[in-house]
């Protein structure tokens, strides 16, 4: 069956870094777009980075842009979020998701989506 395990979570300091990993099981990473989302307590879910089925295009929240990288290993079905320059307001718990798109600057799920569980993400001294 389909599933997507994240990794790579935890407590970073502001200006520090993780590096978010998503293994896909159960279909082809190559057939979709693939996007991490995220939730932080309180607040709407939003849309962090959006990467396209093969050509690679990626676009990312405004707030990110800069600091954080999205990439694809479609040979090991696996999907990363390289976060940099971390700062307190990133904190939040962070979801892989199968199928993204893009609409007027604003990544939103697609229409074949899947979600993992989830990994926590905490920014603080």
């Known amino acids: 069956q389909v599933q997507l395990v994240e990794s790579g979570g935890g407590l970073a300091q502001p200006g520090g870094s993780l590096r978010l990993s998503c293994a896909a099981s159960g279909f082809n990473l190559d057939g979709y777009a693939m996007g991490w989302f995220r939730q932080a307590p309180g607040k709407e879910r939003e849309g962090v980075s959006c990467?396209?089925?093969?050509?690679?295009?990626?676009n990312y929240l405004n707030s990110v842009k800069g600091r954080f990288t999205i990439s694809r290993d479609n040979d090991k079905n696996t999907l990363y979020l390289q976060m940099n320059s971390l700062k307190p307001e990133d904190t939040a718990v962070y979801y892989c998701?199968?199928?993204?798109?893009?609409?007027?600057?604003?990544?939103?799920?697609?229409?074949?989506?899947?979600w993992g569980q989830g990994t926590q993400v905490t920014v603080s001294a």
């Open positions: 990467i396209s089925r093969t050509e690679g295009i990626t």
């Open positions: 998701v199968r199928d993204c798109v893009v609409l007027g600057g604003t990544l939103y799920r697609g229409p074949a989506d899947y």
